[in-house]
């Protein structure tokens, strides 16, 4: 996947996050993680530090590998961290194209549905030992996401315990018992307060973490709808996603600074 087909899609045309990577001074670049048969397209940001990093692997929202999605990327690298995003879709398209090649909302979604559970976890195994390995990185990984990334973050906390931390916004978390006892991490939630159908599955949450002697902390941010990272950065941001956002991220600093 190149990346002006990614940058030309009208269905994510978010122009001030374009802009803003197109201006960081971090260095930037794309990788393919092979394993098995599959090769999973990845955009990794790298900070300017001095020693090496903690790295973040960052799950993607419904609407696949988005600008968004790079410059949550490139701002964890800002932030001190390696950043790595898989396009989950890498291979979903005709031809073997990922996010970009799909060429709409509609297919994107439909796409993502259609992904095997197990190839996800696969995926985000591989991508994990990938950039643990790295050179520059200090063997600590921590995985975020949004929207579907978010519960699939929730989700890859129980299917590998390299994890040092799972920070889960606004996705629903496992629901069976069993799942849920071989998280080895702590998982920090965030969640919009206007985001009914998310936030109905966070008692269910608590309750199983708590059972299994696990530790989660959901926050949720009054006043904020479903996505509100990404709407929170928008130019036309309302106040509570622009407040939510700024909140949201300071936690996510301070959490990343004890891993």
Known sequence: M?????????????????TRLEKSPRHLEWVKVKHGNREVNCFIAFPEVKEKATAVVVIHEIFGLTDWVRGVADQLAEAGYIAIAPDLLSGAA??????????????????????PPDQITADLNAVTDHVTKLPAANGKVVVTGFCWGGGQSFRFATNNKKVKAALPFYGSGPEEADAISRIQC????????????VNATIPKSTELMKKAGKTYEPVTYEGAGHGFMRAGEAPDANAANKKAREEAWRRVKELLKKI
Request: overall charge neutral; aromatic content about 10%.
């Open 2 to 18: 190149g990346l002006t087909a990614l940058l030309a899609l009208p269905a994510w045309g978010q122009d001030w996050a374009k």
């Open 186 to 197: 702590p998982v920090y939630g965030f969640y919009g307060g206007n985001d009914a159908r």
């Open 94 to 115: 005709p031809g073997g194209g990922g996010t970009a090649e799909l060429g709409g909302a509609d297919a994107v979604r439909k796409a993502i549905s259609a992904l």
